[in-house]
């Protein structure tokens, strides 16, 4: 069975659960069909379930997946599911909190499917990671992620991505500055001016 397939049918389930919940609610008609995949799309989607069902080496999927756990990427999936799940239960208990219980009562479901969809989301990118790098090169970056120098690193990440975006704009904006005035300064000297 291939990979993704799991994972695409869980949101698929979690969304159609979600849309026909809010069609109901508001007593609407169901929504449209989205609009048809463009062969590019088609295309990225097909090279990207042809890499993921490609065989490998189970030792090597376990390392890949103590990678991400170690370098804290396996949150951005474990994040995702609670956002979606308390999206439905504010959005559909707001227009309909007569059905709060059986709401609630639907949501447990939701939430049992969002644990396997997390998994598949994470063992989906362990194994995108596992294609790239070899076994003993992930064997080497997990020693290096659960060393405590490693591990300093990862916890310094979050504060250094949230300062690294203004220096950067503040560096764009200073560096045009500059090299705009090396370029003026050039050209002024072959007697042109701009």
């Not at 993704?4 to 869980?10: G, K």
């Not at 993921?52 to 170690?70: C, F």
């Not at 203004?166 to 001016?193: C, N, S, Y």
Request: hydrophobic share 45%.
């Amino acid at each position: 069975m291939l990979v993704l397939r799991p994972l695409f049918r869980s949101f698929l389930i979690a969304a159609s659960l979600a849309a026909g919940m809010v069609a109901a609610a508001a007593q609407q008609p169901r929504p449209q069909q989205p609009p048809a995949p463009t062969p590019e799309q088609i295309k990225a989607a097909q090279e990207l379930e042809k890499a993921l069902s490609a065989p490998m080496v189970p030792t090597h999927l376990v390392i890949a997946a103590e990678v991400l756990k170690a370098s804290g990427l396996n949150t951005m999936f474990d994040n995702a599911m609670p956002n979606v799940v308390g999206a439905l239960r504010v959005n559909i208990t707001r227009q309909r909190p007569e059905l709060t219980k059986d709401i609630e009562e639907a949501l447990k479901l939701v939430e049992e499917d969002a644990k396997k969809v997390t998994t598949d989301g994470i063992n989906g990118a362990a194994r995108l990671l596992a294609i790239r790098m070899s076994e003993p090169e992930l064997k080497e970056v997990n020693t290096f992620l659960t060393s405590a120098v490693g591990k300093k690193y990862i916890d310094t990440l979050p504060i250094l991505t949230e300062q690294l975006v203004p220096f950067i704009e503040i560096w764009a904006q200073e560096t045009q500055r500059r090299l705009t005035k090396v370029f003026f300064d050039e050209m002024t000297k072959r007697g042109h001016r701009l």
